[in-house]
């Protein structure tokens, strides 16, 4: 029995999980594509490189990574990504950063999770859609990042088009996302209890689907947007990435 409602659970997370995105795109100008109709996964040419942050709720090394559940049970937190250099088929994405808030009842790959998109906006119409494409999952492999966000959300909020302020040393472990109204993050280093000095680790996941090699810090959230949680001093990753639609490449 537990089994099956697991089954059960996983089957309604995918469903509206794919509803949820191509509500978003015919909302907000993406290609309409009728609920059930197949697809065939990875078929446009895209590809993301540069700063990424992932900050959350959890304890300084992000339970997720090791498959543990989080550390209060419930996740709350966001991603950012400058693109140094991007494109999606022949768009070019280069000098954008976005960002997703997302809140989760429990462990992410249980499902039922909450996400906000937060697009530049000086991304142009063909950008903000470009950019909705890569996160809608639908041209990614299986088993790859976006891809299982769209099977794990089942609500999706409205996106929202503001100013973002993006600043990242990854070696200095520090980083700043802004967009003001909506979300306020920091980043520094972990200091040793004792001396007061930066304590540095990195966590290496050499078949990571979000990145290769990340730094581990200390954040700082104030999130207002639809998805609204607060933290001081919880866990941060600072990386490099390259995305395509077969996974991380870098």
Known sequence: MACRQSLGRAALSVALGVL???????Q????????????????????????????CNCAFGCPC??????THGECQGLVGMHITKG????????????AVTVSFPGALHEGNGQMQPIIDERAS?????????IMSGKNSAEGTLFHIFSLIVTKMHDPIFAPVTFAFDKDARTARLSIPGVLETDVEPIKNPVT????????????????IEGEVAAANINSTGAIKFATKGTHSTLAHVVQTPQGVAA
Do not use: C
């Not at 990574?65 to 989080?70: K, Q, S, T, Y």
């Not at 494109?87 to 976005?98: A, E, K, Q, W, Y």
């Not at 119409?125 to 494409?133: D, M, T, V, W």
């Open 20 to 26: 949820s995105f191509v509500g978003l795109m015919r």
């Open 196 to 211: 007061g000095a930066p304590h540095r680790i990195k966590v290496v996941m050499p078949e990571g689907f979000e990145h």
């Open 28 to 55: 907000y100008g993406g290609p309409d594509q009728p609920a059930g109709e197949s697809r065939t996964m990875a078929t446009a040419n895209w590809r993301l490189e540069g700063e990424w942050i992932k900050n």
């Open 65 to 70: 990574d090791f498959n543990a559940r989080p």
């Open 87 to 98: 494109h999606f088929n022949d768009v070019r994405l280069d000098g954008l950063s976005f």
């Open 125 to 133: 119409p063909g950008q903000r859609e470009a950019l909705f494409e």
